[in-house]
């Protein structure tokens, strides 16, 4: 039987990284050779929608020439595990990519959005995007053509799912962070908030985040080793 039966975890692109998707602002990442503010704002999108859909284009092409790893894995494993035992786990990504649900698992929160989605800004409707998006891209649902964009959350947007969020956290045994700097909010406040509720914390990551401070345990290392094992410790 695990000692935690309820347990909420949030990634971020350092579980991807092994994986071969690049992260944010590790050194060379997205945000080194991209100005954010011009792929990562509606403002952006607003003043040059083709360098926009380009960006993610070209990323959404990116994951049908990558797999989910080890700690992917495990974390479906450990979602399986614990439903087993009539426990739950709550899985929160920042990510965009799908190597969480490629990898099995079922109960994920996108709050930063799906590359594999598309958004009509016309009739509101978020559907599957199988190829390149365009400012000629029709809409699926109302057929209207120049309203579509990719579904991921930009800096200044709201990000989704936060009441799903906020209600498993509150009624977790356990917080876990995995591969994520802890520099963008709002996911970056969730440890504070486990921490405020007396739930305990673990940090997973290559390094220590800014937040690192905050968690209770901390294992530090490549995820396919680190999530790998804490999983299987979890489950023993
Ligand atoms: P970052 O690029 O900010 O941080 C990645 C973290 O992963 C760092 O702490 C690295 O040390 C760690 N890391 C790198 N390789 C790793 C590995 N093999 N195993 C374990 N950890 C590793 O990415 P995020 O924290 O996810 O948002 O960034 C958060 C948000 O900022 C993203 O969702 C994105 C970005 O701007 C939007 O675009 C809205």
Excluded at 193 to 214: C, D, F, K
Aim: glycine share 12%.
């Amino acid at each position: 039987m695990a000692r935690h039966e309820n347990i909420v975890v949030l990634t971020g692109a350092g579980i991807s990284a092994e994986s071969g998707v690049a992260t944010f602002r590790d050194a060379g990442g997205v945000w080194a050779q991209y100005d954010y503010r011009e792929v990562a704002t509606p403002e952006g999108f607003a003043a040059n929608p083709a360098l926009v859909h380009a960006f993610y284009n070209a990323r959404r092409r990116g994951l049908g020439a990558v797999q989910p790893n080890a700690a992917h894995r495990a974390l479906a494993a450990l979602e399986r595990g614990l439903g087993e035992k009539g426990g739950r786990l709550t899985l929160i990504t920042q990510n965009v990519d799908d190597l969480h649900e490629r990898a099995g698992s079922k109960n994920i929160l996108h709050m930063h959005g799906e590359l594999s989605k598309a958004e009509c800004a016309h009739c509101g409707d978020i559907g599957a995007a199988r190829g390149d998006l365009s400012v000629e891209t029709a809409c699926n649902a109302c057929g209207r053509a120049g309203g579509m964009r990719p579904h991921v959350v930009w800096f200044g947007e709201i990000p989704r799912f936060m009441d799903e969020a906020m209600d498993a956290i509150m009624t977790a045994d356990l917080f876990v962070s995995v591969g994520t700097s802890g520099s963008v909010y709002p996911a970056a406040g969730f440890v504070g908030e486990a921490r405020a509720l007396g739930v305990p914390a673990t940090e997973l990551n290559l390094e220590p985040s800014e937040n690192a401070y905050l968690f209770t345990d901390s294992r530090y290392g490549p995820a396919t080793q680190v999530v790998a094992s804490w999983v299987r410790e979890m489950l023993a």
